[in-house]
């Protein structure tokens, strides 16, 4: 089984937050004119590395961005084909998400998803105050994700919705973020992610803060935002599969679980990687430079990393222990296994770390500084 990414790299407007690749593109005739480009290159792509996953059959397919509902229903049905066309797979059988903007979401393009296999959308609401979604500079308001959501249900018949939320905001209070959370419940939707706001490097909100024009919210509110996520998701039923990720049963992303489990998946498009369980490479974040080498017939590979056993370890390490299920000390080498639970031990007995029959996972009190845990389980 594998997986299928593609990355669609283009938004109507740049959310301050963001550190993804995308460009804005011009409206109108320039703008479809570039579209089209990178729609002819993406598919030029595909048929280039048809082989990559050799053994493989596909699984799942993500469509992410960048914003794949900026594409004309005419674009998105062009990349379905030539996926057929490459892969020969039978779409009822895979799970097929696609990002959307909320207010993207017109009965014309909830329509036209019906012609296409997508089975899964992936939405990010972030917020459902209006005042910090135009912080953020998100395009949406918050009613328009009620109206998507109630569009893509009854007109587009999805019935596999993921939400993304986002907490930690410069004075957001704890109640507030409770309002939030019962808001996304009310939505009964069959997936939600949760991510505190970041504040990474090169995007406007990290100037911000060097500027000293916002600030980050203190550890403490941090921890208690976190568990009120946990708790009152878990209590609506939602299953905590992952750090950041909460499933209605039987719901979970197959897609990203995919990237925790260590299944070899393709990246198509601007800036995408790919994994094939020996090696990871990654294509180049520029969309003329990524255009211009496929018009040529060559492929967009920037980088190319050969894992080694130490790789492999430090990989399992920062996806296994992400997930409920954790890490599996079968896969490991019986050396790895007893370096893991030398460095693992002041963490147990801590409790962030629980050790079961053969797995160690996350306690709650782990979660909240997983990241100073991975960092104390890798090799060096
Ligand atoms: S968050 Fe999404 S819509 Fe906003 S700039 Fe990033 S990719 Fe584009």
């Known amino acids: 089984m594998s997986g299928l990414y593609l990355h669609i790299p283009f938004c109507a407007s740049r959310c301050i937050y963001c550190g993804f690749y995308s460009t804005v593109h011009p409206k109108g005739h320039i703008g479809i004119n570039i579209q089209e480009r990178y729609i002819s290159a993406l598919c030029t792509e595909l048929n280039l590395r048809r082989n990559y996953l050799a053994n493989e059959s596909l699984s799942t397919i993500y469509l992410g961005g960048g914003t794949p509902s900026q594409l004309l229903p005419s674009q998105l049905e062009r990349i379905f084909y030539n996926i057929y066309e490459v892969y020969g797979c039978r779409f009822d059988d895979m799970e097929i998400t696609m990002e959307c903007n909320p207010d993207d979401i017109t009965i014309g393009f909830a329509n036209s998803l019906k012609a296409l296999p997508v089975n899964r959308i992936s939405m ?34 999805i019935d596999n919705i993921s939400l993304d939320l986002m907490f930690g905001f410069p004075s957001e209070t704890l109640e507030e973020w409770r309002d939030d959370v019962d808001t996304a419940l009310s939505l009964e939707v069959e997936h939600i992610s949760a991510y505190s706001l970041m504040f990474e490097e090169d995007t406007p909100l990290y100037r911000m803060l060097e500027r000293g024009e916002t600030s980050e919210i203190d550890d403490e509110l941090y921890r208690r935002m976190y568990n009120l996520l946990i708790d009152n998701l878990t209590a609506a039923g939602y299953e905590h599969y992952e750090i950041s990720n909460f499933a209605q049963p039987h719901r979970r992303s197959r897609h990203n679980s995919s990237y925790w489990s260590g299944v070899p998946y393709i990246g198509i498009g601007t800036a995408a990687h790919s994994f094939d369980t020996n090696s990871r490479q990654w294509n180049v974040a520029d969309i003329n430079q990524y255009i211009s080498a496929l018009e040529n017939n060559r492929l967009p590979i920037e980088g190319r990393e050969e894992l080694d056993a130490k790789l492999q370890y430090n990989d399992l390490i920062t996806t296994a222990l992400r997930t409920s299920e954790g890490i599996d000390l079968t896969k490991l080498s019986p050396a790895n296994r007893d370096y893991l639970l030398t460095c693992a031990e002041p963490h147990i007995h801590s409790r962030r770390l629980a050790l079961g029959n ?19 389980l890798m090799a060096v």
Request: proline residues 0%; glycine residues 6%.
């Open 124 to 157: 990010g609401a972030q917020t459902f105050s209006d005042q910090r979604l135009q912080f953020l500079r998100r395009r949406h308001t918050s009613a328009d994700v009620r109206r998507a959501i109630n569009l893509l249900r009854t007109v587009a018949g």
């Open 358 to 376: 053969n797995s160690l996972t996350l306690t709650r009190e782990g979660i909240y500084i997983s990241d100073s845990i991975m960092a104390d």
